[in-house]
C-alpha cells in the first residue's frame, strides 16, 4: 500500500505575540488526529539550508501551508522565484487585509492558492489578483483552555484585548506622504467613518471613479497597500470609542494591550491596563473573564478569531453588529450585539447583561456547543483538508 503523503507547515515569519506559532501547532495536532504525517519547517534559522532540503525532498508532500508568508518573495541565487522551484501546492493563509501583502500576492506561481479569513478578503482577492486561481475562505479555529474555570471562579468581570495608538502617531506618519497622498488617505477615512459597513477597497473605487482615474488590478492593489494607515488609523479610532464607551458600564474591566496605559481618558478607578502578552496566555486570560468585549474594525464578512475563543470558552462576547456577525450567530443566545453606530447605548447594555448571571451562563453554554461543534481547529483541519484535496 502507496505510503500517504505529508503536509508541510512552514514558520516563515513571526506574527503578532507568535500566534502563527499556535495557529500551526494545533493544526498539527488536527492533522495528525486524522492520520496525516506533518512535517514543520520553521525558517527562523538556518533558512537557506533547509529550504534547498526542501527543494530535494518536495515529492514527499502534497500541500504546504505558511500564515502570512514570506516565502512568495523569495528567490534562489540565480533569480528563480523559490515557490516556482517548489512544486509542491502552497496556501498562503492571510490572517489579515489583504492590502497589507500586496508584495506577496501580486506574482503568479504555477501552484499558489490564498486562504482568506473573511470574505470581503477573499471577493478583493478574486477581483483585483486574478493570476492566483484558488482563493478560499476559512476562519482561524477556536481551543479550550487547558484550565476550565466555572462561572463563579472567573476572575475577570469585563476583559478587552488589544493594542493601540494614539492619534498623534498616526499624524506623524501621515506628515511624511505626499500631500496629494495625505488627502486621499482623509478622504477615505472619512468615507468610512460615515459608513462603517464600507470597506476600504470599495471606499478607494468610489474615490477613484470620482477623480476620474483609472487603474489596472496590480495599480489598485498598490495603490490600496500605500493608502494602509487608513486602516490603521480607524482600527485604533474604533477600538479607544469601544473601550471608552464599555468603560463607562462602571463594571471592573481589564484592558490588556500596549498603549492604553497612554490614554488619559480611561478612568482608572474601576479599570486595569496590562501590556500585552503572549497568544497563550490571552487564550487562557479569554478563559479567565466572564464577559468580553470584542471589536474587529475593517472586518466587514468575517469574525475575528477572539469570538470563536471566547465562546469555546463559556465566556460571553460583546461584539460589533454587522450584516456577516448576524448571519453567523445569534444575537442574545449566543453573542451579544452592539451596534457601533450606536455605540451610546453600550455601557447600559453591558450593565445590564452584567446583573444577570443566570443570562450569561445560558448563553455562554449554547456558544460553547456552537463553537466546540463549528470552530475547534479539528473542525478547520477538517475544512482545510477538503481545499487541499479539491486543489489536487
Not at 503536509?7 to 506559532?21: P, V
Amino acid at each position: 500500500m502507496q505510503m500517504k503523503k505529508k503536509i508541510l507547515l512552514f514558520l516563515s515569519r513571526d506574527l503578532c505575540y507568535e500566534s502563527n506559532r499556535y495557529f500551526m501547532s494545533y493544526l498539527e495536532e488536527a492533522f495528525e488526529k486524522k492520520g496525516y504525517d506533518v512535517d514543520t519547517c520553521d525558517l527562523s534559522i538556518q533558512m537557506e539550508e533547509k529550504l534547498e532540503n526542501l527543494l530535494e525532498h518536495q515529492e514527499e508532500y502534497f500541500a504546504a501551508i505558511d500564515f502570512n508568508s514570506l516565502l512568495p518573495r523569495l528567490e534562489l541565487e540565480d533569480g528563480t522565484p523559490y515557490l516556482e522551484a517548489f512544486k509542491v501546492p502552497f496556501w498562503n493563509y492571510l490572517v489579515d487585509h489583504p492590502l497589507y501583502h500586496h508584495v506577496g500576492i501580486k506574482r503568479s506561481f504555477s501552484h499558489y492558492s490564498v486562504i482568506c479569513i473573511d470574505t470581503c478578503h477573499q471577493m478583493y482577492m478574486q477581483k483585483y489578483y486574478p493570476h492566483i486561481k484558488n482563493v478560499s475562505y476559512l476562519p482561524l479555529g477556536a481551543t479550550e483552555a487547558e484550565m476550565t474555570r466555572s462561572f463563579d471562579q472567573k476572575r475577570f468581570e469585563l476583559l478587552f484585548l488589544g493594542t493601540f495608538e494614539q492619534e498623534q502617531e498616526f499624524l506623524d506618519l501621515l506628515a511624511d506622504y505626499p500631500i496629494k497622498q495625505q488627502k486621499e488617505i482623509k478622504v477615505l477615512i472619512e468615507m468610512m467613518q460615515a459608513d462603517s459597513e464600507l470597506t476600504q477597497e470599495h471606499a478607494l473605487e468610489i474615490y477613484l471613479k470620482e477623480q476620474g482615474e483609472k487603474l489596472s488590478d496590480l495599480e489598485f492593489g498598490a495603490r490600496l497597500n500605500q493608502n494602509y494607515l487608513a486602516d490603521k488609523y480607524l482600527r485604533d479610532v474604533r477600538r479607544k470609542k469601544e473601550v471608552l464607551a464599555a468603560a463607562k458600564s462602571g463594571i471592573p474591566f481589564t484592558i490588556i494591550g500596549h498603549g492604553w496605559d497612554e490614554l488619559m481618558e480611561l478612568d482608572k478607578s474601576h479599570i486595569s491596563v496590562y501590556s500585552g502578552i503572549g497568544y497563550a496566555a490571552a487564550i487562557q486570560m479569554m478563559a479567565n473573564a466572564k464577559m468580553l468585549l470584542n471589536t474587529t474594525p475593517e472586518f466587514h464578512g468575517g469574525l475575528h478569531d477572539r469570538v470563536y475563543i471566547a465562546m469555546q470558552n463559556r465566556t460571553l462576547c460583546f461584539t460589533e453588529y454587522g450584516k456577516f456577525a448576524a448571519s453567523q450567530l445569534k444575537n442574545e443566545q449566543e453573542v451579544i450585539f452592539y451596534d457601533y453606530k450606536d455605540i451610546d447605548t453600550l455601557p447600559e447594555k453591558i450593565y445590564q447583561v452584567y446583573q444577570n448571571p443566570d443570562k450569561i451562563q445560558k448563553i455562554t453554554e449554547n456558544a460553547y456547543n456552537k463553537a466546540k461543534a463549528e470552530y475547534s481547529w479539528d473542525k478547520r483541519a477538517e475544512e482545510l483538508l477538503a481545499i487541499l484535496q479539491k486543489k489536487r
